[in-house]
């Protein structure tokens, strides 16, 4: 299997070379991702010290990461909750209709 090409991204005013198996567009999607997040963290500080907000960035992205988690997870509880109460209706709905016929 050949390697992927490097593609050359921008983020925070710094270009890196990056290789993934994924398509390119996609890199360049999470390197503006990346960068909007940069920027928007950057407005809200006094510092210009670009590692210091790299990693309040990247705060900001597992924050959200670790939310969408624990949203998903409680909407898998709930399906899973409400598919079992739908197969004891149906479970006790055919128990009656056996007994009735």
Not at 24 to 49: C, I, K, N, W
Not at 52 to 59: E, G, M, N, V
Not at 78 to 85: D, G, N, S, V
């Amino acid at each position: 299997m050949a390697k992927a090409e490097p593609i050359t991204i921008e983020i925070y005013g710094e270009n890196y070379n990056v290789r993934g198996d994924g398509d390119p567009a996609y890199l360049g999607e999470l390197a503006r991702f990346v960068d909007t997040r940069m920027h928007d963290v950057a407005s809200q500080l006094s510092t210009a010290d670009p590692v210091k907000i790299a990693i309040l960035a990247a705060l900001n992205i597992a924050d959200d990461l670790y939310r969408t988690r624990k949203r998903q997870q409680s909407a898998a509880e709930l399906w899973m909750e409400k598919t079992e109460e739908l197969s004891e209706k149906i479970s006790r709905s055919l128990v009656e209709t056996a007994k009735r016929g």
